[in-house]
T-cell receptor, first 113, second 111 residues
Framework: ETGVTQTPRHLVMGMTNKKSLKCEQH?????MYWYKQSAKKPLELMFV???????ENNSVPSRFSPECPNSSHLFLHLHTLQPEDSALYLC????????????FGPGTRLLVL | TQLLEQSPQFLSIQEGENLTVYCNSS?????LQWYRQEPGEGPVLLVT?????EVKKLKRLTFQFGDARKDSSLHITAAQPGDTGLYLC???????????FGKGTRLSVIA
């Protein structure tokens, strides 16, 4: 138990569906992250939020839309995804947005059909 | 471009053997972290090293930070099946930039 929870743990969706991934951290951290982890690729940083403000967007397609209503919650809204978007989506948090230790959730395994 | 290379990519060994995995960067970094990720879970921090030449031990795991602050190694003594997982290194290069992760070394320890 790392203090970071993610729901759902598994998700299967069609290319025309809209779904949302949820992340919650109970560590009092100020920064939250979304990563994509695919086979044969390193962890890909998608978005960073620091004190609820988005500070990084690594050229992520607009079919992925993040939302950070407060420092404890982070969402990733998904729509019109492609099969190549199938991956493990990991959420993490850290005290601030620099090089501090990141605490990861268990991830959401997403399959796009 | 700041590159981070981990080697080997895959490693399969028998229980009781020793092994070393490596993390190398093209640039100097201010700190390095090692994480282990087990199947179905997110990465979990093992150690952080910040001083060039630093050596840290965690039970059967020994972590070394290179003098030039561009590389690190993780040595496991008498590996056990419970050591199986993906070992990731992550570095902080400078300033307020987030961590950069390597591709990882996937270790399998066979009983």
């Amino acid at each position: 138990e790392t203090g970071v929870t993610q729901t759902p743990r598994h998700l299967v969706m069609g290319m025309t569906n809209k779904k949302s991934l949820k992340c919650e951290q109970h560590l009092g951290h100020n920064a939250m992250y979304w990563y994509k982890q695919s086979a044969k690729k390193p962890l890909e940083l998608m978005f960073v939020y620091n004190f609820k403000e988005q500070t990084e967007n690594n050229s992520v397609p607009s079919r992925f839309s993040p939302e950070c209503p407060n420092s404890s919650h982070l969402f990733l809204h998904l729509h019109t995804l492609q099969p190549e978007d199938s991956a493990l989506y990991l959420c993490a948090s850290s005290q601030a947005g620099g090089g501090e230790t990141q605490y990861f959730g268990p991830g959401t395994r997403l399959l796009v059909l | 471009t700041q590159l981070l290379e981990q080697s080997p990519q895959f490693l399969s060994i028998q229980e009781g053997e020793n092994l070393t995995v490596y993390c190398n960067s093209s640039s100097v970094f201010s700190s390095l972290q090692w994480y282990r990720q087990e199947p179905g879970e997110g990465p979990v921090l093992l150690v952080t090293v910040v001083t060039g030449g630093e050596v840290k031990k965690l039970k059967r795991l020994t972590f070394q930070f290179g003098d030039a602050r561009k590389d690190s190694s993780l040595h496991i003594t008498a590996a056990q099946p419970g050591d199986t997982g993906l070992y990731l290194c992550a570095v902080h290069f400078s300033g307020n930039t987030p961590l950069v992760f390597g591709k990882g070394t996937r270790l399998s320890v066979i009983a």
